[in-house]
């Protein structure tokens, strides 16, 4: 029985130990030193893009499966104005992609096809904004993480320096384990920065399919009349 009680009491006393060794998230927050800053800044930043890139390319994506189709049967009986109407109804970059080639129908189409291709490169470049800034993070707050972490062993190795000689293991443990959290920071950082832009570019890169795909239509679409007066 005494045994039990003492074996009781000192599970208690661990228990209790642990507890107290035990930080919150803002006593680590603290405790990485002034670059946590910088990366709750740079996280801050992570999950504005994502959001809002994310929100821009699921609209630009929203195609109408009839768009082509009523758009065809519109040029073909002649009523460029309703399918000039109806691509600016649309507002997608498909939609202005066919609206820049219907407003050039009469030149050679060749000159169609590059008006409609500059058209997809600004559409391109607009989804893309702000793209370059999430892989820099991606890559830039795991290394700035690491910066810590290496500034925090060099402050730990000086005091051990100073000490004379006297090395406190439960100090210099503690220091160094104070340096990972900046590593560990910059990963929570980078990692879903990383899956993000790649996320991203993944979906920009689908939608250029499309914009092609329906570029190959549109001049299709044009060419329709062309043939059936030379049979």
């Known amino acids: 029985m005494i045994r039990l009680l003492q074996s009781v009491a000192l599970t208690d006393e661990a228990t209790a130990a642990v507890a107290e060794k035990t930080m919150g998230f803002g006593e680590l927050?603290?405790?990485?030193?002034?670059?946590?800053?910088?990366?709750?800044?740079?996280?801050?930043?992570?999950?504005?893009?994502?959001?809002?890139?994310?929100?821009?390319?699921?609209?630009?994506?929203?195609i109408d499966p009839n768009f082509m189709n009523r758009l065809r049967d519109l040029i073909c009986e002649g009523k460029i104005d309703a399918a000039l109407r109806l691509c600016k109804k649309?507002?997608?970059?498909?939609?202005?992609?066919?609206?820049?080639?219907?407003?050039?129908?009469?030149?050679?189409?060749g000159d169609i096809q590059t008006s409609i291709e500059n058209v997809a490169n600004l559409e391109v470049a607009?989804?893309?904004?702000?793209?370059?800034?999430?892989?820099?993070?991606?890559?830039?707050?795991?290394?700035?993480?690491?910066l810590g972490t290496v500034l925090g062993m060099v402050k730990a190795f000086m005091q051990m320096s100073?000490?004379?000689?006297?090395?406190?293991?439960?100090?210099?443990?503690?220091?160094?384990?104070?340096?990972?959290?900046?590593?560990?920071?910059?990963?929570?950082?980078?990692?879903?920065a990383h899956f993000g832009y790649n996320y991203l570019v993944a979906r920009i890169e689908k939608l250029i399919f499309q914009m092609e795909a329906n570029s190959i239509a549109f001049m299709d679409i044009l060419n329709q009349p062309v043939e059936k007066k030379q049979q």
């Open 29 to 62: 927050f603290m405790a990485g030193g002034w670059l946590m800053w910088p990366l709750l800044l740079l996280g801050g930043v992570v999950v504005f893009i994502f959001v809002e890139r994310f929100i821009a390319i699921r609209k630009a994506t929203k």
């Open 90 to 109: 649309t507002d997608t970059p498909i939609a202005r992609m066919m609206e820049k080639g219907i407003s050039r129908i009469g030149r050679p189409m």
């Open 126 to 146: 607009k989804l893309e904004n702000g793209l370059p800034i999430l892989a820099t993070i991606a890559s830039g707050a795991p290394m700035l993480g690491f």
């Open 162 to 192: 100073q000490a004379g000689g006297v090395v406190d293991m439960s100090a210099l443990s503690g220091g160094m384990y104070v340096a990972m959290i900046t590593t560990v920071a910059g990963l929570i950082v980078g990692i879903p």
